[in-house]
């Protein structure tokens, strides 16, 4: 009896440890990413950029020449279906040719090639713009980004609540509901490789909070998730730092000296602290930035405003004061 309870308990850790200890499959990032030119027009650059992180999974970016936002995209082959995570900022084809590069990356031919599910982080454009190269294509299913089109197709009755999966045939990827940055965000978590795909929700640049409230939630849920996992990298949608930890001016093609795309799950971990000492308004915790656009950007407007007032103030009260002159002498 004593033997049979021994084994129970052993059975019993080991499947609370699926996928918890399962051996992610490895993969590399030792890659120099395109830093774009500071004259784009004089240093003609490739615009997008492929990476083989492994054999079934592709890391994209579009080249700081081809938009200033630079994002990523990211591809994952399991046995029955594709799965690409973002399309880009550049819609035309013949400016960055997405769609023709993703289908030359997907095993078989005709009929035989692997259908492709495109999902999306978020609904900023420039994460979706590319959608229209693949709307078309056989094979190929295109979701929707706002939040009714997320909740329907991920099955997801109680949002934000709970973990929907994406089965790619041998290969399961998790979808976590993360909104605060966007309110249909989704970050993914891919069990084969440990890959946590984390859009604008978490990267290596400005952290644009929108819903305060929202967000801090989603970083607890997010952090208690990953908590007893593997994470091989988080890997997010832009890279806007140098290796210094410096944000790049916005609009910028040229991004030399770049900090790394990957964070660490000990990054992940720490986030729920971070955003909780979030103002509300603009607050800065090491290399990370955070700030409300709206309130930011009602804020610059209010100081224009207020600067222009201020100027027109002046100018009515020196035209007031010449005319007071002119009056004076006649």
Not at 116 to 121: A, E, G, Q, S
Not at 193 to 209: K, N, V, Y
Not at 227 to 243: C, M, Q, T, W, Y
Request: net charge negative; hydrophobic share 40%.
């Amino acid at each position: 009896m004593k033997r049979l309870y021994r084994f129970l308990v052993a059975l019993s850790i080991t499947l609370a440890c699926v996928p918890a200890c399962a051996a992610p499959l490895p993969g590399s990032l030792d890659v120099h990413w395109n830093e774009g030119a500071a004259d784009c027009s004089k240093t003609p650059q490739p615009p997008l950029q492929v990476y083989h992180y492994n054999a079934q999974t592709f890391i994209l970016r579009e080249s700081p020449c081809a938009t200033f936002e630079a994002p990523f995209m990211y591809l994952l082959l399991g046995s029955t279906h594709a799965l690409l995570i973002d399309t880009g900022d550049v819609a035309d084809p013949k400016q960055v040719p997405l769609a023709q590069t993703v289908m030359a990356l997907l095993p078989g031919d005709g009929d035989a090639k692997l259908p492709l599910i495109v999902v999306h982080t978020h609904g900023h454009l420039d994460h979706r713009a590319g959608d229209p190269q693949f709307q078309s294509l056989p094979h190929v299913q295109v979701v929707g980004t706002d939040l009714e089109h997320v909740k329907q197709y991920f099955g997801f009755s109680d949002w934000p609540n709970g973990v929907s999966q994406i089965d790619l045939g041998d290969r399961i990827v998790d979808v976590l509901p993360t909104p605060g940055h966007y309110p249909s965000h989704v970050s993914y978590y891919d069990r084969n490789t440990a890959l946590l795909f984390s859009g604008d929700f978490f990267m290596p640049g400005r952290l644009i909070i929108d819903n305060t409230q929202d967000d801090v939630a989603s970083a607890q849920r997010i952090a208690d998730f990953i908590k007893n996992r593997p994470v091989s990298h988080v890997l997010g949608g832009h890279i806007e730092l140098d290796a210094d930890g410096n944000t790049f001016d916005f609009g910028s093609n040229y991004h030399p000296h770049e900090h790394v795309l990957e964070l660490t799950k000990q990054d992940l971990l720490g986030l729920p602290a971070m955003v909780a000492h979030f103002n509300g308004f603009y607050t800065q915790d090491g290399m990370y930035i955070m700030f409300n656009q709206f309130r930011v950007l009602g804020a610059e407007l209010a100081a224009i405003v207020l600067v222009l007032v201020a100027v027109v103030a002046v100018i009515w009260r020196y035209l007031r004061h010449r005319k007071r002159l002119r009056l004076a002498k006649t």
